[in-house]
């Protein structure tokens, strides 16, 4: 059998449901094996959803982890924020740690008492790096793969496009796309900012595609104020937890400078580049994605995983 065939037998067990969130709802799903030695909790990017993850849940739990996986409020299968439902917003950043925070509450901690780790990519490790500094939490190392610790501004300093943004939230304007943003638009493989595997960035369209509630555009005026806001809390912020900081060294979507700047004052986070890697590192091609999962893999200590 292939592997894709595995995938599709996993995961036509797992569990999928709903938690209620500020009178909205988030959707989840998760997975127990019965040979399951930790858990991982799987925290998604912005645009992303967990239906998106279906091949990193399965590569986890063939090594014997509980899987757990919630989409953000306002993306994915959770509930949107405006009418015109794939307008990127957010009403404040402390939503979605706050969101993090009842999901492992309520869905990992009640299915899972023992091990717990953290994989979170992009947005989602800018959330997890905020919650694992500020809330108390059951998680023993993370994993933060392209974190979103910074945004590139080009055309503005940061200091001027963060200016920018907030006249235009003054103005009233919060819920309007920044400019050149647009609703959701599928995009061709060739010269993708995000990962250079084909196979991976076709079926990422073509899941989007099939299920159009899943899809979302540009960013709004009020997220980008929000984000702004969290990058600079992120830039004051330390956490003594062990974290792995996987970097793509090609990246055009996070700036890596503002990730090496966190990793420079916190001793207890490793950094690893990986050469020639896009964005989305965990949807490379074979050669980067398999060197990443080795080593998270060794980083959650592989005595828990063989």
Request: hydrophobic share 40%; aromatic share 14%.
């Amino acid at each position: 059998m292939t592997k894709q065939h595995n995938i599709e037998q996993f995961w036509s067990t797992v569990t999928h449901a709903k938690l209620a969130f500020h009178g909205n709802q988030l959707g989840y799903t998760f997975i127990v094996p019965s040979n399951a030695k930790a858990a991982v909790t799987i925290v998604n990017g912005r645009c992303e959803s967990y239906l998106k993850y279906q091949e990193l849940a399965y590569d986890f739990y063939s090594k014997g982890f509980a899987v757990f996986m919630c989409d953000h409020i306002g993306q994915g299968v959770s509930s949107r924020l405006l009418p015109v439902t794939d307008k990127g917003y957010i009403h404040s950043f402390e939503d979605y740690t706050h969101g993090l925070s009842l999901f492992v509450e309520q869905v990992v901690e009640q299915n899972w008492q023992g091990k717990h780790y953290l994989l979170a990519h992009s947005m989602g490790a800018a959330i997890s790096y905020l919650y694992l500094a500020n809330h108390t939490h059951p998680f023993e190392k993370a994993v933060l793969s392209a974190p979103m610790f910074g945004i590139p501004t080009p055309g503005f300093p940061y200091p001027v496009a963060k200016l920018i943004v907030n006249i235009l939230s003054l103005l009233g304007l919060n819920t309007h796309y920044f400019f050149g943003q647009s609703g959701y638009l599928e995009k061709p493989f060739q010269d993708n900012p995000l990962m250079q595997c084909e196979t991976r960035y076709n079926a990422f369209r073509t899941l989007y595609k099939e299920n159009p509630t899943l899809q979302l555009g540009g960013v709004t005026v009020g997220w980008l104020k929000q984000a702004f806001q969290a990058i600079d809390q992120i830039q004051s912020t330390s956490t003594a937890l062990p974290i792995l900081l996987m970097q793509a060294e090609r990246d055009t979507i996070v700036a890596n400078t503002w990730q090496d700047k966190v990793v420079a004052r916190n001793k207890t986070i490793k950094k690893k580049c990986y050469h020639g890697s896009l964005h989305e590192i965990l949807f490379e091609q074979d050669a980067i994605r398999d060197l990443a999962l080795n080593d998270i893999f060794q980083f959650f200590k592989t005595d828990l995983c063989e």
